[in-house]
């Protein structure tokens, strides 16, 4: 079963994509899980890197569902998102 | 005369090549402010109903209000006001630069622009000076050509090739800003007037020159530590929206079939800061923020980047990720003078309707190749640009296409795809001048912002475009940039983690908060913010957030009166069908359910169900008709 992880620009650049794929979850915090897992930074630094994105399981922001323990399935796109403004 | 005012309106009229000053009218300065505001009810006053917005019945109003003229950061915008050649209703939009302080540094609040002269023409005024000069050397050059022929004494708001041309959405340039919706610059050019140039050294008084200064400084810092203000659009500009719309599934692609695009972070403002970036000398004057990004295009040299809006409308929504491209489009767009929103949304149409067998562009998604030359076949109305150049709606009237021609009244959607921002779609529907999101900005506390709203829960979706557009009305009367509301949320909030208790115990709060929130926005208490502060320290007048409601929601109902007043109707509160019947997400089988929004809507505007403000609404706003 394989999710698409949409990063963050700056999560992006660490790892060189600007999305991961992530298999074997089964909800958001088993993407989350497995998406750390990608990173080598420290705990603070990742925290540093992931704490004012918001996540979405296909555009959806998971607090409007049920948290980190939304469901996911195969061919889901999980995304960090960051506020933004402009226009 | 109230501070904070010239105090003088200038006409001029093209076909006598005649000019008087005449006073503002403080009565009217009252209850209009001034830029937006005060133009539409000079429009709606000087206008018979029905005139042919290109001809010389439709007078060209710039305005500007008693912000402009001051250092106050994101002053420094005038409004251009007309009848719409676009949608038939009211035109207006707004522009940065340095050409509001400059007209009124030259002791002038309103210029009106009346007739059409019968060759090209440019305007130069100095103070009290005004004088008519031929234009012919200039005509059917560039805007980037055009000012730097005028040269540097004056500050100028000109037109290119896509205003003479009346390309129907054809925008006034400014520095390398742009009032660009609704087809301001097809009306000037219909005038035959290519350029107005400014300068002048009328003082301006203030009724607390102290406070405001003393307050101003206060702003600065404030904005220097705000988050997006002195953070993300300083480093990122508005481009940096492209990674969370395309998060939130609702960044225009393929003609908003999707609202997704795979190779969105190569367009980003993130992306464009780290490869394209060279500079922010294409900002407006005395704003700290500096959004405007610079980049080099070849063959050309150092321009103004793309915003958002033109990222996505040029970018995604064409299915095109190699910035370069767009960053060419963007200036191409500029130097003609048009629209990247419209342009985008028109070419994008296009592209959709080739795909159908209905008309052949000779572009086609994902394939740069050719797009530079049909921009400026649409600049200068030539081969299959003549077509585009009267924008998606006429264009499906004559090929067909209705259902994806993604407008509203005739206006080319911006680029947030309303069926994952209700009340952003609520907005598009409702706003006097088509579908545009700087009206009132519902998406950014809807969806982009850093609290947001659950899209389906339907609770304040009614609510919010209406807060926001009479603000929106306001704040374009100052004349403010938009973005300056941006700034509303304190850092705390953008500092907070989304996934935290409080931050989601906030959004919930913010979401069920229903009359509350209009109820609270409407207290007509003390100045807090700083636009109502500044208000209160130039003019003498107090304002609050709930005296700017009262004046945006007068503002937006004469804007509402004169469409009805021109033949528009309540069934171009709509949105494309597309939007409406098109499900974007997955876990959903419908689009945007407007039908169960817009009653509550009318109803809470003192609409009838025909959407017609009543007697009584516009009695209480005090709206002479
Ligand atoms: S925020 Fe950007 S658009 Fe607004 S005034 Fe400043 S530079 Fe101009």
Redesign the interface.
């Given at each position: 079963m394989s999710i698409t992880v949409?990063l963050?620009?700056?999560m992006?650049r660490e790892v060189g994509s600007?999305?991961i794929q992530v298999s074997g979850a089964e909800t958001v915090n088993d993407v989350l899980r497995l998406t750390r897992q990608r990173f080598s930074q420290d705990e603070e630094s990742y925290a540093n890197l992931t704490?004012?994105?918001?996540?979405?399981v296909?555009?959806?922001?998971?607090?409007?569902r049920r948290?980190?323990k939304t469901k996911v399935q195969d061919g889901d796109?999980v995304?960090?998102?960051?506020?933004?403004?402009?226009? | 005369m109230i501070k904070g005012y010239a105090g003088r309106i200038l006409t001029v009229n093209l076909d006598t090549q005649e000019h008087h000053f005449e006073p503002l009218d403080e009565e009217l300065a009252r209850l209009y402010i001034g830029g937006k505001g005060y133009g539409v009810r000079l429009l709606y006053d000087l206008t018979e109903p029905g005139i042919d917005p290109l001809s010389p019945e439709n007078p060209l109003i710039f305005a500007t209000g008693p912000l402009n003229g001051s250092v106050a950061p994101q002053s420094n915008r005038f409004a251009v006001v007309c009848k719409s050649p676009l949608t038939g209703g009211i035109g207006n939009a707004t522009c940065g630069g340095s050409f509001a302080y400059a007209l009124k540094r030259a002791g002038i609040d309103v210029l009106i622009i009346r007739g059409a002269a019968s060759a090209p023409y440019r305007l130069e005024i100095e103070n009290d000076e005004v004088r008519l000069l031929p234009a012919d050397d200039l005509w059917g050059e560039g805007t980037y050509a055009t000012q730097k022929k005028l040269g540097k004494k004056f500050k100028h708001a000109v037109i290119g090739p896509a205003g003479e041309n009346k390309v129907l959405y054809a925008g006034i340039v400014s520095d390398e800003r742009i009032a660009g919706r609704t087809g301001v610059g097809a009306v000037m050019g219909s005038k035959n007037l290519k350029a107005v140039s400014v300068t002048g050294n009328h003082k301006l008084e203030m009724d607390d020159p102290e406070a405001f200064k003393a307050y101003t400084k206060t702003v600065r810092k404030l904005f220097k530590e705000h988050p997006?203000l002195g953070e993300?659009?300083k480093r990122f500009?508005?481009?940096?929206?492209v990674?969370?719309t395309?998060?939130?599934?609702?960044l225009p692609t393929r003609n908003f079939k999707y609202?997704?695009f795979?190779?969105?972070?190569?367009i980003?403002?993130?992306?464009l800061e780290e490869h394209e970036l060279v500079g922010v000398k294409s900002s407006c004057m005395h704003c700290p923020v500096t959004?405007g990004r610079d980049v080099e295009v070849e063959g050309v040299g150092r321009v103004k980047g793309p915003?958002?809006?033109t990222l996505a409308l040029l970018g995604s929504n064409l299915e095109i990720s190699d910035l370069k491209h767009i960053n060419e489009w963007n200036y191409l767009a500029d130097d003609l003078g048009m629209d990247t929103i419209s342009l985008g949304g028109t070419i994008s149409f296009a592209m959709e309707l080739q795909e159908k067998g209905a008309f052949d562009v000779g572009v086609k998604f994902g394939d740069p190749t050719g797009l530079s030359e049909l921009i400026r076949n649409i600049g200068h109305r030539q081969g299959v640009g003549d077509d585009l150049a009267d924008g998606s709606r006429r264009m499906s009237e004559r090929f067909g296409g209705m259902e994806f021609a993604m407008h509203v009244k005739g206006l080319e959607l911006?680029a947030y795809d309303p069926r994952?921002s209700y009340a952003q779609g609520v907005e598009y529907a409702t706003t006097n001048r088509g579908g545009c999101?700087?009206q009132g900005?519902s998406m950014?506390l809807e969806s982009?912002?850093?609290l947001?709203i659950?899209?389906?829960?339907l609770k304040l979706k009614a609510d919010i475009p209406i807060v926001q557009q009479n603000l929106g009305c306001a704040i374009n009367s100052m004349v403010l940039c938009?973005?300056s509301t941006?700034g509303m949320f304190p850092a705390a909030i953008?500092?907070?983690?989304?996934?935290s208790f409080t931050h989601?115990l906030l959004?919930r709060l913010m979401e069920n908060m229903g009359p509350l929130f209009r109820g609270f926005m409407g207290i007509k208490g003390k100045p807090m913010l700083w636009w109502e502060k500044w208000l209160t320290h130039i003019t003498g007048q107090k304002m609050s957030g709930g005296h700017l409601q009262e004046i945006g929601a007068r503002i937006f109902n004469l804007e509402r009166i004169y469409n009805l007043r021109e033949g528009l109707t309540q069934e171009q509160d709509t949105l494309p069908s597309r939007i409406l019947n098109e499900p974007?997400?997955?876990?959903t089988t419908t689009g945007h359910p407007l039908d169960q929004l817009l009653p509550r809507y009318y109803k809470l505007r003192g609409w009838d169900k025909n959407g017609v403000p009543t007697a009584k609404t516009l009695k209480g706003l005090q709206i002479r008709t």
């Open positions: 949409q963050t620009y700056d992006a600007p999305t704490r004012v994105a918001a996540l979405a296909n555009g959806v922001l998971i607090s409007y948290g980190k796109r995304s960090f998102v960051k506020a933004a403004a402009g226009g | 997006v993300s659009m500009g508005t481009g940096a929206i990674n969370t395309n998060g939130r599934n609702i609202g997704h795979d190779e969105a972070m190569s980003s403002g993130e992306h959004c915003e958002y809006e911006s994952g999101h700087v900005a950014y982009i912002g850093p947001t659950n899209p389906r829960n938009i973005f941006y953008h500092n907070m983690s989304p996934n989601r959004s974007i997400f997955s876990d």
